[in-house]
């Protein structure tokens, strides 16, 4: 599972700085039936969690109803220059994880 | 004579129109969105406002609608949105998406993009840091659903 994440180049310290990112995936409703007439079993990304310099900064708990390739904007406080480390897991118990650092200025 | 059937006519239209003065959006909307509310609330009161949520007024495609949803709060420690729960009228599982913040969000807007199984309303509700609970709706037309085995198995 492959993720696109996008944060600011340099946010300054103490300000609200937006992020987001994209996952590849299917996002399977389990309402779908394959070329066989078999139903597609369901298997979402079902947890999503951004931490930022260690402790959990933001959480996502997502269902069917959120489009396939979920995106997701959120905001955050810039604190100490760090990573935004993701992670997730989808019905199937497959993990995915993906960071990106944020330089903090003064 | 004539007073019988005057009797009867007007005792049709009784049967008849009660059913039909009930507005099948609102039976609906019972069915789904009240126990989903309430599982968010705990049975807390659920006051409108503070919360808006943005969205096409009609979407061409079901399968990926954008989506922004906001909550008007300080986000301070002592006073900040915990989460916030995207509830759809009309798809098969209501409960869309739940999201959890706290004061390090700086600010409660998530935007995303959802599913739709057709022409429904959207409700977000946010729970706060006081123990108080608020929503928001919006009504979106969809032109092409989401999910069609779902409904037409």
């Known amino acids: 599972m492959t993720a696109r994440i996008q944060v600011p180049r340099e946010v300054q310290r103490g300000a609200v700085f937006e992020v987001r990112i994209a996952i590849q995936h299917p996002m399977e409703t389990g309402f779908r039936y394959d070329l066989m007439g078999k139903p597609i079993p369901k298997n979402v990304i079902n947890t999503l969690v951004c931490r930022y310099g260690g402790a959990e900064a933001f959480r996502a708990e997502l269902g069917s109803g959120i489009a396939a390739n979920p995106y997701l904007q959120f905001y955050t406080v810039a604190e100490a220059s760090g990573d935004l480390e993701f992670s997730w897991v989808d019905d199937a118990g497959e993990r995915g994880s993906e960071r990106v650092t944020v330089n903090v200025v003064e | ?153």
Request: charged share 20%.
């Open chain 2, 1 to 153: 004579m004539n007073h019988a059937r005057r009797r009867f006519l007007a005792g049709c239209s009784g049967v008849l129109m009660a059913p039909l003065a009930v507005p099948r959006a609102s039976a609906e909307e019972a069915d789904t969105l009240t126990p989903a509310i309430r599982e968010v609330t705990g049975g807390a009161p659920l006051k409108t406002g503070r919360v808006t949520l943005e969205i096409p007024r009609i979407a061409d495609n079901g399968n990926a609608v954008p989506l922004k949803v906001s909550v008007e709060s300080a986000m301070t420690a002592q006073d900040h949105v915990r989460s916030i729960h995207l509830l759809s009228e009309k798809n098969p599982r209501t409960v869309m998406a739940r999201f959890f913040l706290g004061p390090r969000a700086g600010k409660a807007q998530i935007n995303t993009r959802v599913r739709l199984n057709g022409t429904q309303h959207i409700v977000a509700v946010a729970a706060m840091s006081d123990g108080s609970y608020w929503s928001g709706t919006a009504e979106v037309d969809v032109t092409e659903s989401a999910c069609y085995d779902a409904t037409n198995p």
